[in-house]
């Protein structure tokens, strides 16, 4: 599932004591990652081990999933785990120490909007987990203006059970994500499995930089707890999440106060915060108590989502050279711009440009909607 979160580039620090990771602040990209890899080491890992026992080309063919396939979209990725869901009759994919029932995901997802704030809604999710699960514990904890959302999975094999972590805390994220109808920037991912694939870079769907702890996690800015809800009363609140997810209709985070700040610049990655809000009758102090009071980042963090915004869409929407695309974005060399994308997004420019031709398939949404509609309790 693709996932995202702004970043500080090449800062380095530690989070507060009580938030129990370390932090390398980094990258987060706003749609999904094609990155042929993933799709590579999925089908290399044993099937016993990522799938709980089920027969992989089985559930490859029920996901429309090539055998011979090198990249998948965002329907397939969905198709896969929900296939997987349904072909285990258990919604912790057989990886846990106990099968949950199709529809337990759907009723906590109608527990949070009954609440009014993210930090409210996480605090349901904690308690629906803690009471009727008997697999997962969600933790929330904060510190200097840092929280981490931790989740641990029971299961008869720890790696399995970190696998299991890992996949629930993708959808926990998409989730929220439609909650506050935007996305929470990642600061930081923590897995317990200790050959993942992507420790030491940027995760393959969260794109924030991954490193190994006890347990999996993601560090987001306290501030985003007090975001208000933003998702209606639907009757398939899975669905919704989904398509909300497939139809990228969650507005990038500061997309409001941004506008077009950076489209107009003549070197937008070398643009000031008084160049941005020119128009703002505010001193830099209060802009930048402003940005962080309205979207829990700073300058900085929104300067970068807005290059990678649009770097994107040159990327895949023109054939301009890749090194004029970065000396256009204020790049004076195409390593730099190469090294910037890498780190946002986990992808290189090429990599970005290759994925833009992965459209959205009409027929595959439908069967990612039925499969959807199965998990509604």
Not at 184 to 189: E, G, I, K, R, T
Not at 190 to 212: E, M, Q, Y
Not at 244 to 266: I, M
Not at 300 to 317: K, P, W
Request: proline share 6%.
């Amino acid at each position: 599932m693709p996932l995202v979160g702004p970043h500080l580039l090449g800062e380095r620090g530690s989070a507060p004591a009580d938030c129990g990771v370390t932090l390398v602040v980094g990258s987060g990209n706003a749609d999904v990652i094609q990155d042929p890899r993933t799709f590579d080491w999925f089908r290399s890992t044993p099937g016993d081990a990522i799938l709980g026992g089920l027969d992989l080309d089985h559930l490859l063919q029920r996901a429309s999933v090539e055998p011979t396939a090198s990249e998948l979209s965002p329907e397939h990725h969905f198709l896969l785990m929900l296939n997987s869901i349904d072909m285990s009759d258990d919604e912790c994919h057989g990886l846990g120490d106990r099968p949950l029932p199709l529809g337990f995901s759907a009723v906590g997802l109608r527990a949070m909007l009954g609440t009014a704030s993210v930090e409210a809604a996480l605090r349901v999710l904690a308690r629906y987990y803690a009471v009727a699960s008997g697999v997962f514990a969600l933790e929330v904890r904060s510190g200097q203006g840092l929280t981490r959302i931790a989740l641990r999975a029971e299961g008869r094999h720890r790696d399995r059970a970190a696998m299991l972590e890992e996949i629930w805390l993708m959808a926990l994220y998409m989730f929220l994500t439609w909650f506050a109808g935007r996305r929470l920037p990642l600061l930081a991912m923590t897995v317990a499995r200790p050959n993942h694939p992507d420790l030491g870079g940027a995760h393959w769907a969260f794109g924030a930089p991954l490193s190994n702890a006890d347990l999996t996690s993601i560090l987001v800015p306290t501030s985003c707890l007090q975001w208000a809800r933003r998702a209606a009363d639907v009757d398939e609140p899975i669905w919704e999440a989904m398509r909300c997810w497939l139809d990228e209709t969650a507005p990038p985070v500061g997309e409001g106060l941004l506008g077009a700040a950076f489209v107009g610049a003549e070197a937008p990655a070398r643009t000031r915060l008084r160049e941005a809000f020119d128009g703002l009758a505010l001193c830099d102090r209060q802009l930048s108590r402003r940005i962080r009071r309205e979207t829990g980042v700073s300058f900085r963090d929104l300067r970068g989502e807005a290059l990678v915004d649009l770097a994107r869409d040159l990327l895949r929407n023109t054939d301009e050279a890749i090194d004029e695309i970065g000396a256009r974005l204020g790049y004076a060399e195409e390593r730099s711009f190469r090294r910037f994308m890498r780190s946002r997004t986990g992808l290189t420019p090429a990599q970005i440009r290759k994925g833009g031709a992965l459209a959205p398939d009409p027929e595959l949404r439908a069967k990612v909607r039925t499969m959807a509609l199965k998990l509604q309790a």
